[in-house]
Every structure is written in C-alpha cells, then in structure tokens.
C-alpha cells in the first residue's frame, strides 16, 4: 500500500472492531478500509501533515473533502459510500469516548442515482450458462495429441455460472459457500449473506447436474468444511477469478463482456417476477433487509412491458 495512506491506530482499530465484533462482510470492511485510506492520502496531501486528528478534524475538513471527490467527477454512489465509511467510523469513535462529537454528520450527501438494473434475457443466458462446457468442448477438438484439457476448470465455470443465476447470490455467497451449506437431495443451499445473515435458497436440477458434475472431477475428498468451488492452489475461488472467467464466455456468447457477476442476480430476479413470482418472496430469496430494494426489478419489468406495448399495439 502507498505509505502516504497509511492508517493510524483508531482508524486500524475501527477496521478490526468492524469485522470481528460487528461482523461485517469481508466487502464491507475492505471498502471502508480504502475509504479511510484515501481520505488520509487526501488529509496529508493538503495538509503536509501526518495521519489526520480524528477528533479535532471539523465539518469544514468533509466538505472540502466532498469538493475534492466531486473535482475528481466522482460518482454519487462512490461518495455516498465514502461518507457511510466515515460515519460509520466516527460513531465507533463515539462509543469508545475517542471523540465528543461527529462532524461527518448532516452533510449533505449526493442522491443516489435510481438506474435500472441490467439484466440477461433468457435466451441469450442458455447461451451463457452453455459457454463454459462449448468452449471445453471445442478445445478438446483441437487437440492434435494427447488427452486434451483437464475439464474441471471448465466443469467449476458452469456450475458456478448455473449456480448463481439459479439462486440469485451474490459473488461473495458464491466464493465463501461450504460444502455443508449444500442440501443435494432438498436442492437447497443455507446462503450467508451481508450482515452473517443466513436464507435458505432452492436451486434446479441444471444447478445440481453441474454441481455434482464438478465434484465428481474433483480428484480429493472434500469435507464438510471444504469450498464448494476451488480456485487456485486448492484455496477457495476468487471474485476475481469468477470475473476474468465470465468476461472469456460473455464473449463467447456474443454478449457483452463488460457484463459482471451480478448481472446474472439480476436477471434471477427479473426473470422471477416477469413470469408471476411474488416480490416478498423474490426479496427472501435475494436477502434483501427492505422490500423497497427488491422494488427496482418492478420497474424493470414494466419498463419492458411498456416496451413490447409500444411494439406491438396499433395505437400505441
């Protein structure tokens, strides 16, 4: 890390605090831990200082702050983000008697940009979910000598991919899901989302042939306590992997490669309540804490509806 965002004893203190007491998602105390990086890069820099007073620091110090992030043409869900880390620091701040006083709070922050999620269409996702064992398949063929490519990275790709869009989990679900977390007779899957909250979600019979597919070709035993998908050097799999990989078979599926992971929850959800799934049901499965966040897929889908009105009706 640049030294010039090094972080001092409170700040490493809150960090700690965060994910051991607090039980934050990796994620989560990752993001806060840039945050207050690049505020203290932020801090020395105008300053010619070290590490910031925490406690002396003013409101007057957030807003310039806030100034800078907006020169930069920072996002609004960027800044907000960077604001809820600083908050969140200062009341743990508070609580331990470190500081009389919040100056982070009642700045105004940025409101948050409502965009539509993008989802897959169901077809072009068939293709997808299919692109992982076509491109085995093909390398397999071109082959000249030889057995060919090992197929359990392939094997992994497709049942990672089924998976997710099968149950709508998110990236960090996905990379952190034990073997004792999967139910192969019930197709069920005990999910430990944000917060270390646990659901329990379904998954189809595609999911489970490519899961049980992938085990098979799994040379060692795997225990309770083992990954469900490995990455490399037997470790549990990456996000960034999941994402390098997706990339290669967005491609290969004639979509866009800039697509990410979470476009397939997308599309899990989109799918659900285009075809009559009941939005409180949609939002336990997506483990969502309000229904107000699960509500954004609605306006996905009457936009589309609108859409094939406008196509179709003779008086549109």
Known sequence: MDETGALDELALGFLADLGAVRVASDYTVRNYRQALEEFSRWHREVTGGGSPD????SRDHFRQYLRWLGRRGMGRASVRLRLSALRTFYRHLLRHRRVDAQ?????AVPREERRLPRFIPAGDMDRLLGAPLEE????????????GPDPVEWLRDAAVLELIYS???RISEVCSLKVEQVDLTEKTLRVVGKG??????????PALEALEAY????????????????????GPLRPALIQGRLKRYLALAGLDPALTPHKLRHSFATHLLEDGADLRAVQELLGHKNLKTTEVYT???IERLKAVYAAAHPRA
Not at 54 to 57: A, E, H, Q
Not at 196 to 205: C, D
């Open 54 to 57: 925490w406690p002396n620091l």
């Open 103 to 107: 100056p982070v709070r009642g700045l």
């Open 136 to 147: 085995f398949r093909r390398l397999k063929a071109d082959a000249k000598e030889g057995p």
């Open 167 to 169: 149950s709508g989990l």
């Open 196 to 205: 270390r909250k646990e659901r329990v979600v379904p998954f189809g019979a």
């Open 215 to 234: 085990w098979k070709a799994v040379r060692h035993g795997m225990g309770s306590e083992s990954p469900v998908f490995l990455g490399r050097g037997e």
């Open 299 to 301: 306006h996905v889908t």
